[in-house]
């Protein structure tokens, strides 16, 4: 029996059968094109302009402008506070004082008075010597001459002589112990403007509050209205020259009750005299004007006048 071998195929046909698969896959994929590689196309956008929006014109307006505001100027920029204290005066335009341009005549203590000058006609009149007495004396006693009594000394009195008219009466008036004062030198010494305890001023806070401090120090509540149970409210004036001395005090506002009020008055006078004006106070002088509260609490408070 015969076997038949089959023997494989060969390299010709192998090479044959695989140009045909590729020219079919080839043909295959031209005819179905790969999408992925080409770009994506997009529908087309369509644009419409529009002209801009016409506002419409703002017709013009004659507005009148409001006036500024009438601000008081102050007396100086240099402020610590919102709001100022100062006490001003009322509307009322107060006359000035007018001076009469002549000079007074006042005593000057530190000098001492000269000798009374002696008139013309007193000097002229002599005054005759003193006459004296003789006694003879007794006779000698052993050769010894004794003395008699003493002489005695009989002086007149000068008689005062008065000369007629008004010049006697300026006998012994020496013009060199009074100093001519000139009233003008007084007619700027106060202007009349009083200035709260408490204001924040820069020129005055410091000052005032050293004085402030020298009044708490002597004033206290009166024993006599502690008993009682007195309380109350007043207000007090006073001025300060420059050199610190107390010049006046006055009470504006009583609080009802005269020992309350003394015992502020008292304090006033017994805390003086207080510091001299620092430089930045070019004044003669200073008019305050300080609020005193008595509580019930049997307490004393110093308070500026509002």
């Known amino acids: 029996m015969r076997i038949q071998i089959k023997h494989p195929p060969r390299l010709k046909q192998f090479i044959l059968i695989s140009v045909i698969l590729h020219i079919f896959v080839m043909t295959l994929q031209g005819i179905y094109p790969d999408d992925r590689k080409r770009p994506r196309q997009f529908p087309p956008i369509k644009v419409s302009y529009l002209p801009p929006e016409k506002k419409p014109e703002k017709v013009p307006q004659f507005v009148d402008a409001p006036q500024p505001r009438k601000v008081e100027t102050p007396k100086t920029s240099e402020r610590i506070a919102k709001f100022?204290?100062?006490?001003?005066?009322?509307?009322?335009?107060?006359?000035?004082?007018?001076?009469?341009?002549?000079?007074?005549?006042?005593?000057?203590?530190?000098?001492?008075?000269?000798?009374?000058?002696?008139?013309?006609?007193?000097?002229?009149?002599?005054?005759?010597?003193?006459?004296?007495?003789?006694?003879?004396?007794?006779?000698?006693?052993?050769?010894?001459?004794?003395?008699?009594?003493?002489?005695?000394?009989?002086?007149?009195?000068?008689?005062?002589?008065?000369?007629?008219?008004?010049?006697?009466?300026?006998?012994?008036?020496?013009?060199?112990k009074y100093a001519a004062i000139d009233t003008h030198s007084q007619e700027n010494t106060d202007d009349g403007e009083v200035i709260s305890l408490d204001t924040r001023e820069s020129k005055y806070a410091s000052y005032f509050a050293r004085i402030k401090e020298q009044i708490e120090h002597v004033w206290?509540?009166?024993?006599?209205?502690?008993?009682?149970?007195?309380?109350?409210?007043?207000?007090?004036?006073?001025?300060?020259?420059?050199?610190?001395?107390?010049?006046?005090?006055?009470?504006?506002?009583?609080?009802?009750?005269?020992i309350l009020d003394d015992a502020a008055l008292q304090a006033v006078k017994s805390a003086a005299p207080y510091y001299p004006f620092p430089v930045t106070i070019d004044k003669e002088s200073l008019s305050?004007?300080?609020?005193?509260?008595?509580?019930?609490?049997?307490?004393?408070?110093?308070?500026?006048?509002?």
Not at 227 to 235: C, E, I, K, P, S
Not at 290 to 299: G, H, L, V
């Open 288 to 306: 305050i004007l300080a609020t005193f509260i008595y509580s019930s609490a049997y307490d004393s408070h110093l308070y500026p006048s509002r």
């Open 220 to 258: 206290s509540y009166p024993s006599e209205a502690e008993r009682r149970g007195l309380a109350g409210r007043l207000t007090l004036r006073f001025q300060i020259s420059k050199d610190g001395n107390l010049m006046n005090v006055r009470l504006v506002q009583p609080s009802g009750s005269h």
């Open 84 to 176: 100022d204290s100062r006490a001003h005066n009322s509307g009322k335009l107060k006359k000035r004082k007018v001076y009469q341009n002549k000079k007074t005549a006042i005593p000057r203590s530190k000098k001492s008075p000269a000798p009374v000058k002696k008139s013309a006609v007193a000097r002229k009149k002599k005054i005759p010597p003193p006459k004296t007495i003789k006694q003879p004396y007794r006779p000698a006693d052993k050769g010894l001459v004794l003395p008699g009594p003493q002489e005695r000394v009989v002086q007149e009195k000068p008689v005062k002589q008065f000369t007629g008219g008004s010049l006697a009466l300026l006998e012994g008036f020496d013009p060199e």
